[in-house]
C-alpha cells in the first residue's frame, strides 16, 4: 500500500515529505507525525512501538528498521513504550512534534478498538495520519507443550470441566489477541481466567512456562517457539487456513464453527 499523508492548508507536498501528525492504521500500520521542513531527514528517527520487547510488532520493528535506515539515510532507532494497549505509545506520538521524526508502528487495537471502548485523552483519528500498512500478521490458538490438548473442542472441553481454572494470556487491552480470547470464551460458553500482559513476548514466556494454558498470540511471537516445540498451535482464528501454516486448521474447523476473528 501506498503511503499516505495530509498536508497542511496552503502548503505544498514533495514527494520526499509528509505533513501533519501521523498515525498508523492497521495491523500494525506505519504512522508518523508529519514533515514541514525540507530536506528530511537529517537526524535519526525514532520508530515507536507500544509493547514489551519480543512481541509480534517489536519484532515487526526490528525487521525493518534497518532498511528504513538504509533507504533514508539515517539512524532508525526501535524504542519501547508499553502499557495500556499501545495507548501509551499512541498519545506518545500523538503528541510529539509534527516534524516526521517520530513515527509509530501501530496495531488495529491502538488505532480502531481503543477509541471505541474507552475515553483515550487523543484521538488517532485527528491527531495522526496514516502513512502504511507495514505488516499483516495472524494469530494461533497456543497452549504449552506439555498439555494433552490437540485441538479447540478439546480446550473448550477441559474448560467446562473446571470451570475458571483454566487461565489465557494477551497482550492489551484493545488488542487482537485479546478479542480472539474474549470471543472464544463467549462462543463456547465457558468460564475462564484472563490476564493481561504489556506484550506478546511475555504471553509466549508464560505459556513456555505453563503459567498460562491457553492464548491467542500473534505469529511472529510464536513461531519459533512452536517449531521448537517448546509450543504447540492448535488452530488459526480466521476462516481461511494460513498459507504459512497449512497444517494447523482453524478454530471452526476444530470445535467452534463460524468463529472468526482476522488481525
Same mark, same amino acid.
Request: without cysteine; glycine residues 12%.
Given at each position: 500500500m501506498q503511503a499516505l499523508a495530509k498536508p497542511d492548508k496552503g502548503t505544498s507536498m514533495p514527494s520526499e515529505t509528509v505533513t501533519r501528525r501521523a498515525l498508523i492504521a492497521a495491523?500494525?500500520? &506505519? !504512522?508518523?507525525?508529519?514533515? +514541514?521542513?525540507? $530536506?528530511?531527514?537529517?537526524?535519526? #528517527?525514532? *520508530?515507536?512501538?507500544?509493547?514489551?520487547?519480543?512481541?509480534?510488532?517489536?519484532?515487526?520493528?526490528?525487521?525493518?528498521?534497518?532498511?528504513?535506515?538504509?533507504?533514508?539515510?539515517?539512524?532508525?532507532?526501535?524504542?519501547?513504550?508499553?502499557?495500556?494497549?499501545?495507548? &501509551? !505509545?499512541?498519545?506518545?506520538? +500523538?503528541?510529539? $512534534?509534527?516534524?516526521?521524526?517520530? #513515527?509509530? *508502528?501501530?496495531?488495529?487495537?491502538a488505532l480502531v478498538i481503543s477509541p471505541m471502548v474507552m475515553r483515550l485523552p487523543i484521538d488517532p483519528a485527528r491527531d495522526l495520519v496514516p502513512i502504511s500498512i507495514a505488516v499483516d500478521l495472524f494469530n494461533i490458538l497456543t497452549v504449552p507443550a506439555e498439555r494433552p490438548w490437540r485441538t479447540a473442542a478439546d480446550i473448550i472441553a477441559a474448560a467446562k470441566a473446571r470451570p475458571g481454572e483454566l487461565s489465557w494470556g494477551h497482550s492489551g487491552i484493545g488488542s487482537a489477541p485479546q478479542l480472539a480470547g474474549l470471543l472464544f470464551a463467549k462462543m463456547a460458553g465457558i468460564e475462564t481466567i484472563e490476564v493481561s500482559y504489556r506484550?506478546?513476548?511475555?504471553?509466549?514466556?508464560?505459556?513456555?512456562?505453563?503459567?498460562?494454558?491457553?492464548?491467542?498470540?500473534?505469529?511472529?511471537?510464536?513461531?519459533?517457539?512452536?517449531?521448537?516445540?517448546?509450543?504447540?498451535?492448535?488452530?488459526?482464528?480466521?476462516?481461511q487456513r494460513s498459507r504459512l501454516l497449512p497444517n494447523i486448521p482453524t478454530v471452526a474447523e476444530t470445535g467452534l464453527p463460524g468463529f472468526n476473528v482476522p488481525s
Open positions: 495491523s500494525p500500520l &506505519l !504512522a508518523a507525525p508529519a514533515l +514541514a521542513q525540507a $530536506p528530511f531527514p537529517n537526524r535519526p #528517527i525514532r *520508530l515507536v512501538v507500544g509493547f514489551t520487547p519480543g512481541g509480534a510488532t517489536d519484532i515487526s520493528a526490528r525487521a525493518f528498521a534497518p532498511k528504513m535506515s538504509e533507504v533514508l539515510g539515517q539512524p532508525v532507532i526501535v524504542e519501547n513504550r508499553p502499557g495500556a494497549g499501545s495507548n &501509551l !505509545a499512541t498519545e506518545l506520538v +500523538a503528541r510529539s $512534534p509534527a516534524d516526521g521524526y517520530t #513515527i509509530l *508502528l501501530a496495531t488495529l487495537g506484550g506478546g513476548g511475555l504471553v509466549a514466556t508464560d505459556l513456555i512456562s505453563g503459567r498460562l494454558d491457553y492464548g491467542f498470540p500473534t505469529s511472529p511471537s510464536v513461531m519459533a517457539h512452536i517449531e521448537s516445540g517448546k509450543l504447540r498451535g492448535l488452530a488459526v482464528p480466521t476462516l
